[in-house]
Every structure is written in structure tokens, then in C-alpha cells.
T-cell receptor, first 110, second 114 residues
């Protein structure tokens, strides 16, 4: 059974601090990794994807991938109250298919 | 530009009733998906259609059927609803010619089976 694991949280972070979200996956053949944000009652929206080992930065967001250890993380710098949401990690297991983690609920405290 | 549109947004069914969830995308994507999302669980793939004319089972297909009506539309049918099918359903589309392509989601359908 191919799995994606995330800490469900909630993860509480003060405004302006760095939020660190982690995800581990079981399928060593996975090639692409995605972070989606989902506000309560809304649909998921893509924040970033990464497919090479190392870091990928986009504004306040940095995705980190370590294929040897089978984990991917998302860092949010200068956290804002608007970042409060559930963050979903998704991993491709084959063409056209993604396996999703259950998500980490992030709360940014003003 | 509407993106992915799914209907209805809310639905209450009695056990044994049937219904069809409709989904349409206007982004000219080849691939479309139906997911369900339950509390404490990730999105689980019900069925997908890699391209027009093809459909395949995902992780949790039992109790559901799908139809890829054309490139734009992908419907999900519950033939005999059960309380275990109470969930939030999302339709999504993408262009998965490579594995690094964003999936766009509809606004979701909140289904309750009583």
C-alpha cells in the first residue's frame, strides 16, 4: 500500500515566524511532489511542486526534497494569518495518479 | 474563465437513491479525476480519465460509476447511495503529459446520505 504521511496538527506558529510542514512517502519510485493549500470549506489549490533533490523557492515558500530519506517539506517564511489553512502533500505514484496525505492544519497566531 | 465547475454544491440523499455529480472544465485538459475527501483522511481517487474515451478505477471505486461524456465533461454516478458515501467530492482536471502538472479542482460537492 503506497502511503503519504503527514502530521495532522494543528501546528500553531506566531505571525512572522517560519512554519515547517513535513511529509513522508513510501513509494521510492515517486518522481513528483506537490504541496496544496486548502482553506476550510474550499477546494485545494497548488502552492508548489518539486521533483529534484534539494530546495525550490517561490516567494515566502520553500519546498525541500530528500529522495534518499523519502521526505518532502514546506517552509513558509514570515508567516501571515492568511496562511492559516490545511496543507496537503501529494505524491505521484504513476502517470495520472497522485496519492495524498491527510494534511496538516496550520494556525498562524497574530 | 470558469476553470472546473461541478454541480451540485450540496446534496442530501436517502439510502438507496441514485444521483449523478456533474463536472465540466474549460481548460482543454485531457485528464479528469473524481476524488472524495473524508475528515482525517487525504483525498482518495475514485476514478480518473486520462483522456477522452478512457476511464480507469482509482483507489476507492466500489459503489461508483463514471462517464467521460466528451473532453470537457466527466460525471460520477452513485447507483444506490449508502451512508458510507457521505463525503465531500471533488472533480479535478490536469494536463498530465508530464508528471509535474498542476491539478485544478472544482468547488466540491458536499453529499450526505441518510
Amino acid at each position: 500500500q503506497k502511503e503519504v504521511e503527514q502530521n495532522s496538527g494543528p501546528l500553531s506558529v506566531p505571525e512572522g515566524a517560519i512554519a515547517s510542514l513535513n511529509c513522508t512517502y513510501s513509494d521510492r519510485g515517486s518522481q513528483s511532489f506537490f504541496w496544496y493549500r486548502q482553506y476550510s470549506g474550499k477546494s485545494p489549490e497548488l502552492i508548489m511542486f518539486i521533483y529534484s533533490n534539494g530546495d525550490k523557492e517561490d516567494g515566502r515558500f520553500t519546498a525541500q526534497l530528500n529522495k534518499a530519506s523519502q521526505y518532502v517539506s514546506l517552509l513558509i517564511r514570515d508567516s501571515q494569518p492568511s496562511d492559516s489553512a490545511t496543507y496537503l502533500c501529494a505524491v505521484n505514484i504513476a502517470n495520472y495518479q497522485l496519492i495524498w496525505g491527510a494534511g496538516t492544519k496550520l494556525i498562524i497566531k497574530p | 474563465n470558469a476553470g472546473v465547475t461541478q454541480t451540485p454544491k450540496f446534496q442530501v440523499l436517502k439510502t438507496g437513491q441514485s444521483m449523478t455529480l456533474q463536472c465540466a472544465q474549460d481548460m482543454n485538459h485531457n485528464s479528469m479525476y473524481w476524488y472524495r475527501q473524508d475528515p482525517g483522511m487525504g483525498l482518495r481517487l475514485i476514478y480518473y480519465s486520462a483522456s477522452e474515451g478512457t476511464t480507469d478505477k482509482g483507489e476507492v471505486p466500489n459503489g461508483y460509476n463514471v462517464s467521460r461524456l466528451n473532453k470537457r465533461e466527466f460525471s460520477l454516478r452513485l447507483e444506490s447511495a449508502a451512508p458510507s458515501q457521505t463525503s465531500v467530492y471533488f472533480c479535478a482536471s490536469s494536463e498530465f503529459r508530464t508528471a509535474n502538472t498542476e491539478a485544478f479542482f472544482g468547488q466540491g460537492t458536499r453529499l450526505t446520505v441518510v
